[in-house]
């Protein structure tokens, strides 16, 4: 079994370096630090690197203050390059630079290319996590704290909070497993999604206080235009998931958020819930995405883009209820 | 053991009420909808009764629509009466009109009183629906998708989504158990968590466009002004959550939340995080409630209102840091 393999290279080698995707998230810093952890204590010589900047959010891991940039490791051989939750190995970004004696892939996607010497991907496993948590239990280590909290948390934000269809009964009985050993989850679930910054707040009281119903409550409208990013620090805000708030009133199909990004050009958010293909009307204006979610950027004056906006999501619900 | 005892009366017994708590919350209408759904499939003569309105938002629980007002049923004598998720019997509120030969008591609050004729008090389970997914076991019913739904929007809502303390290796067993069942868990976390009404939406916004920080933004201001409630339908809004907003943000200790309920006169909630005892506070003006959340009323200008408030706010921080 490759895991068990796996496992054993890991007891076997010495010098590791662990990376991850490039615009990291919970999982990939999460299942990163955890072999990290569990490495540590087997007193090997491991590395957790990145080639890119780290989400603040996440530095309460154990280890995060670990973490080196690829760049300052170029030099180094290792034994083994493990990459966690990438699908191919561009994703590693400038780690790609590291030498190693092999390559060890471990990820949950589909989609992954088999990149590794060894490949470990379990496309029904929940998140990069909970394979992880198999090969640290395969290694024999004992789990502890540090590393239960990057295991969790790892869970945690690629299911969504045990919401996405990917959590399974597995992803349960680990992610029970793991709050045995006596952290505080419910802090966790706190500083991962209930963590404001006050000028990202006032942009949501903006865009939520410009929010307009249509079509009988059907469609509906949120704007955020320049002046209203005045004086607002942008570096550690993202406004990408206002529009949920639209889009998950009860009454609501389909929902637009319109983001003056300079003046004149307008970034336009689609999403709709069941019926309304929202690709399409974006592939229109240059755009595209998935069916419930996609994006363009349409250029005139904020009339003109507000118009085009509520004709195309009125003329696409119409279409739908033929 | 008790709880083998109570599945054994209810397959001996054939007219059987279930009654929950008033202002009925996501375990309670759930552990009873699971449990009136399992006896339906027995055959038993089962009701599932309340003597209070339900939040509409738990309408899609198998069920929902089978649920009487118990006033319409004060003459019928019942088998048993299962009292679900009550910590005393007078929070049954007017289902205490029903007769019945034994009642059986079913919760996991620890201040249960034991006020049953059979008591199943277990204050180690996260929520009523984890016991009554135990007793469905012991009865020996298979669980089927109805009881499934019902018994995992229980425990999701008794758990805060798996994040309160509360939380047990055994409820995420239980939780993964019960999504084998094959039911959409993601479109019950939606209506649950992330169902909006636009007027909410809409006073959310004027709430956050509102926001002040003080103290080098460890004290966080929110306000809703009379004229901000204005042609809003009030009937199916809460702004009692708004508040954690305030709170969550990142150097935020200590948050208030003003609410002019009626002209010039304020209803004033506060909430800490980590050192400040708001109920304090709250208790100078006649308020009350917890450390961390409190609440009072203040009548006079806005003017005072707010800086009574504010110099409250500062003054309990600055003894907190001494």
């Not at 240059?286 to 009339?303: F, V």
């Amino acid at each position: 079994m490759i895991a068990s393999k796996i496992a054993g290279m890991l007891k076997e080698k010495d010098n590791i370096a662990i990376v991850s995707h490039v615009m990291a998230d919970g999982d990939s810093i999460g299942s990163m630090l955890a072999l990290y952890n569990a490495l540590k204590k087997m007193n090997k010589n491991v590395s957790a690197l990145t080639g890119d900047k780290l989400p603040k959010v996440y530095s309460f891991l154990p280890g995060f203050q670990d973490i080196r940039n690829c760049d300052s490791l170029r030099d180094k051989n290792y034994d083994l390059l493990i990459v966690l939750d990438c699908g191919s190995l561009d994703r590693i970004g400038l780690c790609s630079s590291i030498k190693a004696g092999m390559i060890i892939n471990i990820d949950h996607h589909i989609t992954n290319s088999n990149f590794g010497d060894l490949n470990l991907v379990d496309a029904k496993a929940s998140s990069t996590g909970e394979i992880v948590y198999q090969i640290i239990k395969l290694m024999g280590v004992d789990i502890s704290k540090d590393e239960a909290v990057c295991l969790y948390t790892a869970i945690l934000t690629d299911t969504g909070c045990f919401k996405y269809s990917n959590t399974t009964l597995a992803t349960h009985q680990i992610a029970g497993d793991l709050i045995t050993y006596g952290f505080d989850f419910g802090k966790i679930h706190d500083m991962v999604y209930s963590n404001y910054e006050y000028d990202c707040l006032k942009l949501l009281g903006k865009a939520l206080s410009s929010l307009q119903l249509y079509e009988g409550g059907r469609i509906a409208l949120m704007e955020l235009l320049y002046d209203d990013f005045k004086g607002i620090n942008l570096e550690d805000i993202s406004t990408s998931e206002f529009i949920d708030y639209a889009r998950d009133i009860g009454t609501v199909e389909e929902a637009a958020f319109i983001k003056e990004t300079s003046l004149g050009e307008f970034k336009v958010s689609f999403r709709s819930k069941r019926i309304v293909d929202v690709r399409a009307i974006c592939e229109k204006y240059g755009g595209g995405g998935h069916i419930r979610a996609a994006g363009c950027t349409i250029t005139g004056d904020l009339k003109y883009v507000r118009d085009t906006v509520i004709n195309e999501m009125k003329k696409a619900l119409k279409d739908e209820m033929v």
